[in-house]
């Protein structure tokens, strides 16, 4: 659940920039968006429609939740949307920038440096569940370089740290 609140935030902190009339609609696909992960890991995205339908979700929501999974699940959702491309960019992203700050000694990301992520992320053995192919992907839908993406990552994680 830590998982899906940062990744709430961190969208709703991008919704101020690109949709400040749809905050929290952002915000609700970024929290919706790893809804079956913990008991579907095997179907992840797949039970995530299903289960967001069953208790009838706008399908909206539910494309825009899924689309994160396009090409690594079975979802067809391609992230279309500048919100599905920022959540898919930003939803490995978080966990492997969580995983950097907890390594500080202040455990927090309000010090951490993009310098220090790219270290982090070159390193393939760190954060190993946190994919660098979907991260550049996402860099690369979103028209951004590696290192703007982290920055702003970095900046909407502080916002929210210790929510």
């Known amino acids: 659940m830590h998982h899906a609140k940062v990744?709430?935030?961190?969208?709703r902190y991008?919704?101020?920039e690109y949709e400040p009339e749809n905050v929290e609609y952002w915000a609700v696909v970024g929290l919706l968006h790893d809804v079956d992960f913990e008991e579907y890991p095997e179907q992840h995205c797949v039970k995530g429609?299903?289960?967001l339908r069953a208790n009838n979700v706008d399908e909206s929501i539910i494309r825009a939740a899924m689309s994160h999974g396009?090409?690594?699940t079975s979802t067809a959702h391609e992230p279309l949307h500048i919100m599905e491309k920022i959540l898919f960019a930003t939803d490995e992203l978080t966990g492997l920038i969580g995983a950097a700050?907890?390594?500080r000694?202040?455990?927090s990301v309000q010090d951490l440096e993009v310098k220090s992520v790219k270290k982090k992320y070159k390193d393939k053995s760190f954060a190993a569940g946190c994919s660098r192919e979907?991260?550049?992907t996402g860099a690369d839908m979103l028209g951004w370089e590696l290192d703007e993406l982290i920055?702003?990552?970095i900046l909407a994680m502080r916002t929210i740290e210790g929510l």
């Open 7 to 11: 990744v709430s935030g961190v969208m």
């Open 14 to 16: 991008f919704a101020s």
């Open 49 to 51: 429609e299903e289960l």
């Open 70 to 72: 396009w090409g690594v």
């Open 101 to 103: 700050a907890i390594m």
């Open 105 to 107: 000694p202040s455990k």
């Open 134 to 136: 979907i991260i550049k």
């Open 151 to 153: 920055e702003r990552v």
